[in-house]
Nanobody, 115 residues
């Protein structure tokens, strides 16, 4: 089992920044992919960003140029740096990790972008 603990969410004004962290523990060896999805009320959960063990990244078009995903394999931790935040970014953000054919999810952290 892999446990993922998220932190860094909160309330921020439009144009502001937040950094989300997701730390994996337990049987966290050999995590292949890590990433982030988000879900706004009444909407489907959507892909935000992912990163492979080799550092290859992928982003949803809506966040390209504003968000940056990174990972520290030694710490089994991933990060999502979110800049130029917009109200449309308001959602619960869930990190995930994939290992051994299974996908593990964090508990979610609320990001609210509002003035």
């Amino acid at each position: 089992q892999v446990q993922l603990v998220e932190s860094g969410g909160g309330l921020v004004q439009p144009g502001g920044s937040l950094r989300l962290s997701c730390a994996a523990s337990g049987s966290a060896a050999s995590i292949v992919f890590m990433g982030w999805n988000r879900q706004a009320p009444g909407k489907q959960r959507e892909f935000v960003a992912s990163i492979s063990s080799g550092g290859r990244t992928d982003y949803a078009n809506s966040v390209k140029g504003r968000f940056t995903i990174s990972r520290d394999n030694a710490k089994n931790t991933e990060y999502l740096q979110m800049n130029s935040l917009e109200p449309e970014d308001t959602a619960v953000y869930y990190c995930y990790a994939q290992r051994g054919g299974a996908t593990y999810w964090g508990q979610g952290t609320q990001v609210t972008v509002s003035s």
